[in-house]
């Protein structure tokens, strides 16, 4: 089915551990987003790419760095986990100058650090 | 800078009420505005948008306006259901198209 799709779901890690998140779509969209979830914060994005070769920072991108590695995939990469970033992250996708805008979302990733 | 404020929650309704979720926002230009829904332990799903001034987007019996003039894009709908129940976020996205941003989100639940 197309869509977006994250690995992990789940994660739970030490401090001080590193991780990568994997997401990758397979609608041809330009452009991927690294968002993060935690209550009574809305959604905060974390990293974005506007296209392929290009990454830049987002609202909250401490902590955190990207790769985009090809069109299809955008991995988010925590090197040296805290508990600080217990959080459920949220990877998404739009076709940017489609004339629809519409972000499509992966299911999240639950990521516990200990 | 570009922002969106909409109403904190929760919010809890009988079934068969009626639902108004206000949001505002600040921005510079033309943006795109939208309503996404969570539902427990699922993603982001889009609800509805619109993408010029006086524009109203509408699914499932959920409406907004987009209004220019108290630039705010308010989610109504006139009967809830219990599956309504869920996390209602409002969105921007500027008008260059390259920032989505979002409100800290509205927790809806409905009760039979």
């Known amino acids: 089915n197309a869509g977006v799709t994250q690995t992990p779901k789940f994660q739970v890690l030490k401090t001080g551990q590193s991780m990568t998140l994997q997401c990758a779509q397979d609608?041809?969209?330009?452009?991927m987003y690294w968002y993060r979830q935690d209550p009574g914060m809305g959604l905060r994005l974390i990293y974005y790419s506007a296209s392929e070769g290009t990454t830049d920072k987002g609202e909250v991108p401490n902590g955190y760095n990207v790769s985009r590695l090809n069109k299809r995939e955008f991995s988010l990469r925590l090197e040296s986990a805290a508990p600080s970033q217990t959080s459920v992250y949220f990877c998404a996708s739009i076709r940017q100058g489609s004339g629809d805008n519409v972000l499509t979302f992966g299911a999240g990733s639950r990521l516990t650090v200990l | 800078g570009n922002s969106v404020t909409q109403m904190e929650g929760p919010v809890t309704l009988s079934e068969e009420a009626f639902l108004t979720i206000n949001c505002t926002y600040t921005?510079?230009?033309?943006?795109?505005l939208f309503w996404y829904v969570q539902y427990p332990g699922e993603g982001l799903q889009l609800l509805l948008k619109a993408t010029k001034a006086d524009d109203k987007g509408s699914n499932k019996g959920f409406e907004a306006t987009y209004r220019k003039e108290t630039t705010s894009f308010h989610l109504e709908k006139g009967s809830v259901q219990v599956s309504d129940s869920a996390v209602y976020f409002c969105?921007?996205?500027?008008?260059?198209?390259?920032?989505?941003?979002f409100g800290k989100g509205t927790t809806l639940s409905v009760s039979s």
């Open positions: 969105a921007l996205l500027n008008q260059a198209g390259t920032a989505l941003i």
């Open positions: 609608m041809n969209h330009n452009s």
């Open positions: 921005a510079t230009g033309y943006p795109s």
